[in-house]
């Protein structure tokens, strides 16, 4: 049981370290004018409105998903990138 807990913690403290580091990449690029992609915001700020028009409003976190099935259905359609130029 201990174990687990150190191995969780662990998890835990690698994750926070990985958003720490993406914040601060996402951070700077802002600062650098630079174009974020929309997945370190989606990472970042999941329920910031990403997109608003006629139609209604949309999260990044939306946005991530939607975008995220797409490729699954392209890939699904077209194969698998290594089969496809093989």
Do not use: W
């Amino acid at each position: 049981m201990l174990l687990l807990r150190r191995c969780h913690k662990l998890k835990l403290s690698a994750l926070d370290g990985f958003i720490e580091k993406l914040r601060r990449s996402f951070e700077e690029e802002e600062r650098s004018n630079l174009v974020v992609p929309t997945f370190k915001k989606a990472m970042l700020y999941p329920d910031e409105i990403a997109v608003k028009d006629i139609n209604g409003e949309y999260t990044y976190f939306q946005l991530y998903m939607s975008a995220k099935r797409l490729a699954i259905q392209i890939s699904n359609i077209c194969g698998k990138r290594e089969t496809y130029f093989r």
